[in-house]
């Protein structure tokens, strides 16, 4: 069994308010769980109205499948999301037992 986690931060420069930021992070947050069927939480920043950070986490057999569901999960905010660029992100995949 494989853990995927990724960290993905995101700025939001349009944004002049916490409730359309709230409105754009539930929307991503929830078009990724029913998508991808991976985890999602607003992990930091949540206070800030031009920034979220997510956190995304995801389990699978193989490390190859978790890495590319993480992968895709990027893709699918840039594709989706032209008003949120992606500041960082940091991608990690974990043996579990």
Not at 11 to 34: G, T
Not at 55 to 78: M, P, Q, W
């Amino acid at each position: 069994m494989n853990v995927g986690v990724s960290r993905i931060e995101l700025r939001m420069p349009e944004n002049q308010s916490l409730k359309a930021k709230r409105q754009i992070v539930k929307s991503i947050i929830a078009r990724l769980q029913n998508r991808y069927n991976v985890s999602v939480a607003e992990v930091d920043n949540q206070d800030l109205w031009q920034l979220a950070t997510l956190g995304v986490s995801c389990v699978s057999n193989y490390r190859r499948h978790a890495d590319e569901t993480l992968s895709a999960v990027l893709k699918f905010i840039v594709r989706n999301y032209p008003d949120v660029e992606i500041v960082s992100s940091e991608t990690e995949t974990l043996p579990a037992f």
